[in-house]
């Protein structure tokens, strides 16, 4: 049985990747690195000081730590004025959340930081949906790696003990993602795997181990996702 479902959030919640990439364009262009969108893809899942420094690597470029932080900064900034004036959410993914949280307890799993999370959270008015959050602040390392979704589970087990109720094991979790290393980490971490063709195609997904690919969530219900995963 499924009783925790486990949000990735660029790609999922909100469709940014193309946004991101666009800016990352920008602000790299300035220190003479190109980046096109099969290099973009193929890093999805990195948390941003990595992406930034395999990107110098990539260009054989050296680089310090101010000037990856003052380049992760300006791209925080174009990708916020680029969402300011429309959300660009997953269609159906506020109506889901919603109604899974009346059944599931939920969580975000993202190597995005913490202030673009809550950003849009508050923005879409699902940000009291979610028990625990664990974003590029919580985590040393990044996805394929499981240990993203191994914290989160580690926090969600803290909470319900605290409620008085029997921990969680991985296989009761539902991780859902829209990258191959997102879908790899919840399949590491001992987790099912729900994939969104919001970013790669159905076959990316399927190849990296989803369990079930679906391409909206406004196809989707609470009595759906026990349906197919219980």
Not at 215 to 227: I, M, N
Request: glycine fraction near 4%.
């Amino acid at each position: 049985m499924i009783h925790a479902i486990f949000f990735d959030f660029n790609g999922v919640i909100v469709i940014d990747e193309l946004l991101h990439l666009k800016a990352y364009q920008e602000v790299l262009a300035t220190e003479g690195i190109t980046l096109t969108e099969e290099e973009y893809m193929p890093m999805l899942g990195m948390d941003d000081v990595t992406f930034v420094r395999k990107n110098f690597e990539r260009a054989g470029k050296p680089w310090t730590d101010e000037t990856v932080k003052a380049l992760i900064a300006r791209e925080y900034e174009l990708n916020r004025k680029m969402i300011e004036d429309e959300l660009p959410l997953a269609p159906g993914i506020v109506t889901f959340v919603k109604a899974l949280s009346r059944r599931y307890q939920l969580a975000i799993v993202s190597m995005a930081t913490r202030a673009s999370i809550d950003y849009v959270l508050r923005r879409a008015g699902i940000e009291r949906a979610f028990t625990v959050i664990v974003s590029a602040e919580d985590s040393h390392t990044h996805k394929p790696d499981p240990y993203c979704y191994e914290r989160a589970l580690e926090l969600l087990n803290e909470n319900r003990r605290e409620q008085r109720q029997l921990p969680l094991l991985p296989a009761e979790c539902l991780v859902i993602e829209d990258s191959p290393p997102g879908i790899q980490a919840g399949r590491a971490a001992g987790m099912r795997t729900l994939g969104i063709t919001n970013t790669v195609s159905e076959e990316a997904l399927r190849a990296a181990g989803a369990n079930v690919v679906t391409h909206s969530f406004a196809d989707w219900t609470v009595d759906a996702v026990h349906h197919v995963f219980d």
